[in-house]
């Protein structure tokens, strides 16, 4: 069920889910753009709660796009209740755990990461060699190789995540990166901004400017205004596939109902419900081997009346048989010599239950 007051939602934390705020999100649209109105842009949140933050974004977008219907925004999302919420307000929404999703590599041109926050449970059997600690790492490995090259990250997550760690993996990334403070600290969160490049090496300047936040530097506010150019979503070029490996009932029952046009079912009463067709008399007496392919062919069954009222449930079958011929001759030497051969030879047979009231009823009859 939709919510009445979307942005009050913002305001609820439950279960590790830390919605962006209203004055943030404003101030983020304002360092975002299109780099081409013209061209489709698709839009992830693989966190995306009850799609609000995503839902914002991609209306902002869509005034500046010529083409709105061109802006496509997909979300994931664990919990059931802000799942089928987002559902309702945003293209694409998966109910299912983001490690249970296949999103084709570098099909996004914006990735808006708000991810849980918490630390990773402890493997202490060692099954899986070296874990990541912290929740929010998981969620940026795991989603970052969606995005494109050259695509937009929108990271925001506790400032006192950025360790070491956390540090040397945006900046093998990511370029011309810009941190700030959220306006609103109540859940001690930083923003974000960087753009996606190839992985060849460690950029000592993102690395150094992220580090500083790791030894206590904070970052300045995110501005109201936005006074240097925008971060340019770049538009999504060739195709996207976004499935998940695991899906519940109520999500493959709604799937079914939206391609239903391109399923078999809508020709299922004509494919396996065929008109019945009144059989004709045959123009003469069926030879054994007809009334064989009949049997074989299923057409000799079902109930039938016989003249004097008798009424049979029959059901044909045929049954092939060895049949053992001996020849002998005899040579013009005298000589005995016995040819022995072996025919196959189809048995019809018909076996029926007597179905007249009366003192046969049920009576087990074979017709040959």
């Excluded at 489709?40 to 974004?57: I, K, M, N, Q, S």
């Excluded at 070029?237 to 046009?261: K, S």
Aim: aromatic fraction near 8%.
């Amino acid at each position: 069920m939709a919510l009445i007051f979307p942005r009050l939602a913002r305001n609820f934390v439950k279960n590790g889910y830390f919605p962006t705020d209203a004055v943030t999100l404003d101030r983020i649209v304002h360092a975002l753009a299109l780099a081409d109105p013209d061209s489709p842009v698709r839009l992830l949140d693989p966190c995306c709660g009850e799609g609000a933050a995503l839902h914002d974004l991609k209306q902002a977008f869509c005034v500046q796009s010529t083409s709105p219907e061109s802006v496509r925004a997909y979300g994931v999302e664990y919990d059931q209740e802000r799942a089928w919420h987002a559902k309702g307000v945003l293209d694409t929404v998966a109910h299912t755990d983001v490690h249970d999703m296949f999103v084709t590599a570098r099909s996004m041109g914006l990735l808006f990461l708000n991810p849980p926050y918490g630390d990773v449970v402890s493997d202490k059997a060692q099954t899986a060699g070296r874990q990541l600690n912290r929740l929010e790492k998981v969620f940026y490995q795991k989603s970052v190789p969606w995005l494109a090259f050259g695509g937009v990250l929108v990271l925001i997550v506790p400032y006192y995540v950025i360790d070491r760690e956390f540090a040397t993996m945006i900046a093998r990334n990511f370029s011309h990166v810009e941190v700030f403070l959220a306006p609103d600290q109540t859940f001690k969160q930083l923003v974000l901004f960087g753009i996606k490049r190839r992985a060849d090496g460690v950029d000592a300047a993102v690395m150094a400017m992220l580090t500083k936040i790791s030894d206590g530097e904070l970052p300045p506010v995110l501005p109201e205004h936005w006074a240097t150019s925008s971060y340019a979503i770049r538009c999504a070029t060739g195709e996207c596939a976004f499935v998940a490996t695991r899906i519940d009932a109520p999500q493959l029952e709604r799937e079914v109902e939206r391609l239903e046009h391109a399923t078999l079912w809508p020709q299922f009463a004509s494919m396996f419900v065929p008109e019945p067709v009144a059989p004709r008399r045959p123009l003469r007496d069926l030879s054994d081997w007809h009334l064989a392919l009949a049997l074989a062919a299923g057409q000799i069954t079902g109930v039938v009346t016989g003249l004097d009222g008798t009424r049979l449930l029959i059901r044909g079958d045929t049954i092939k048989r060895k049949e053992q011929e001996v020849q002998i001759e005899e040579t013009d030497k005298g000589d005995i010599r016995t040819t022995i051969l072996m025919r196959d030879r189809f048995v019809p047979t018909i076996a029926g239950i007597d179905f007249t009231p009366g003192p046969n009823l049920g009576r087990i009859v074979t017709i040959r």
